[in-house]
């Protein structure tokens, strides 16, 4: 770790410390994290993700990825809402997820909201990027300390409350903060991570929806 924070890999390039060098990992990280996304199923997708994650580590969730999405038809949340009591324990026989029966429900139960959202707003992404932060809620300084220092935001918070309102569960201030970091709703990329200028220059070209 040549600076706070920061992995120099073989190439030269300077990297986030969390990729671990784990070649899957890493490439997550050079590829995915942090790069806007609209598309409903992939940003609902995600956040059932971050809800399966919860006491867990995100690498174990990425390797069962895959898994996930066969068992979950995609997350496309149209397809997940009509699941019921068969599925269930079809689910919790997969060995290739986690099985938890409360999250599982979770997933069902945030695919019928999914809906009720879109049909509210016209997509999941207009909602979501709603909340953006603005440039006055953001740090000037994305260093590890300031990473570590911020696993809710004030943002993360009222999104976390807009969706429990709203009858999401699994959706707590952290695990909302987690979401948009990867849906690239904020750039926490640390200084001296070569993703940190490539993420900034997509979110300045980026049409929010």
């Not at 580590?57 to 699941?83: P, Q, Y």
Request: proline share 3%; glycine share 10%; charged share 25%.
């Amino acid at each position: 770790m040549e600076k706070a924070g920061i992995i120099i890999g073989e190439d030269g390039r300077g990297r986030c410390f969390w990729h671990g060098g784990l070649e899957d990992y890493r490439r997550y990280h050079d590829e995915e994290w942090g790069r806007p996304v609209t598309d409903d199923f992939r940003l609902f997708e995600k956040i059932c993700l971050e809800g399966f994650q919860s006491g867990l580590s995100w690498l174990t969730i990425l390797r069962k990825r895959e898994n996930f999405r066969a068992a979950f038809a995609g997350f496309d949340f149209n397809k997940v809402a009509m699941f019921g009591a068969e599925d269930v324990e079809r689910l919790m026989a997969d060995a290739g997820i986690i099985r938890h029966r409360g999250k599982i429900a979770s997933t069902i139960n945030n695919a019928a909201r999914a809906i009720e959202l879109r049909n509210e707003f016209g997509s999941l992404a207009k909602f979501f990027w709603s909340f953006e932060p603005g440039p006055q809620d953001r740090p000037e300084l994305m260093d590890l300390e300031t990473l570590r220092a911020n696993p809710t935001t004030s943002v993360s918070t009222s999104l976390s409350k807009a969706l429990k309102k709203r009858g999401w569960t699994f959706v707590g201030p952290t695990t909302v903060y987690a979401f948009m970091q990867a849906m690239g709703m904020v750039n926490d990329h640390l200084n001296g991570c070569f993703c940190q200028a490539e993420v900034q220059h997509l979110r300045l070209n980026f049409k929010r929806p």
